[in-house]
């Protein structure tokens, strides 16, 4: 009798270990479905890039005064009428007086020392700088000249620009992406195959470098010449275009 319960047991035991093993071999009924993904789309990438020179047409200078007095109202009152005479002799060189505007302005004092490095009095010193444009560019060192004559004791630098900017800026652009074709339907032509449409445009890097003729940069100006001698130069503007092409088989 003992014996019949001990058979009847391991056939169960069995019966439900294969169940189980049934179980876990059944596939999950709400598992999505694995997609393989389509190959990614063939594509040429190329940067072109687009210069111009131009002669510049148009000019900046900043002259500045500096003066000083043992009093502030004496500093400020030399500085006022060195300023209105330098502006009075470039006007009379032809330079428009809405081209003329005072960038900076500046009242300090200024300690006095003896050969013993003793502080013995103050002295006040003004600057007063003058932006100008100079629309007539062979002039441009007349008319320096003239803000020298008339008592402009620093200048700033000289920088050259052009009226039109945005359409050199433009026209580099055209010539980026202009490039930038050229060199796609190249390499597509060396590789043997077919160039499609274009899936992007970016224009990036414009560029835009302004030729600078220094001169008496932060410092005295001398004037050994009666003219001073000035060259402008040339303003080279650049962009890059990064375009990206179809491709498909001959």
């Not at 500045?64 to 330098?86: K, L, M, P, R, W």
């Not at 505007?101 to 010193?125: E, H």
Request: aromatic share 4%.
């Amino acid at each position: 009798m003992k014996t019949k319960k001990i058979n009847l047991i391991v056939p169960l035991l069995l019966v439900g270990i294969l169940a189980l093993g049934a179980c876990q071999a059944l596939p999950v009924t709400n598992a999505q479905p694995i997609v393989n993904s389509p190959g990614s789309m063939r594509t040429i990438a190329v940067t072109g890039v687009g210069e111009i020179i131009l002669v510049p047409d148009i000019a900046y200078i900043n002259v500045g005064v500096h003066t000083e007095a043992e009093d502030v109202t004496s500093a400020v009152n030399d500085n006022n009428d060195q300023a209105q005479a330098i502006i009075a002799a470039i006007i009379d060189m032809g330079v428009e007086e809405k081209d003329i505007q005072t960038s900076n302005f500046n009242v300090y004092s200024m300690n006095r020392y003896d050969n013993m490095s003793n502080v013995v009095g103050v002295n006040f010193a003004v600057d007063n700088t003058l932006y100008i444009i100079v629309r007539d560019l062979p002039m441009l060192s007349e008319i320096l000249d003239a803000a020298l004559s008339a008592g402009a004791n620093q200048v700033y630098g000289i920088s050259f620009d052009i009226n039109n900017r945005s359409d050199a800026i433009r026209q580099a652009r055209d010539l980026a992406i202009q490039d930038a074709e050229a060199r796609a339907l190249s390499v597509a032509e060396t590789a043997g195959v077919s160039l499609g449409k274009i899936q992007s445009i970016s224009v990036i890097n414009n560029s835009y470098v302004q030729p600078l003729a220094g001169y008496g940069m932060g410092g005295g100006a001398s004037r050994e010449d009666s003219t001073v001698p000035i060259s402008a130069g040339q303003i080279v503007v650049t962009a890059n275009a990064d375009l990206v092409y179809e491709f498909g088989d001959k």
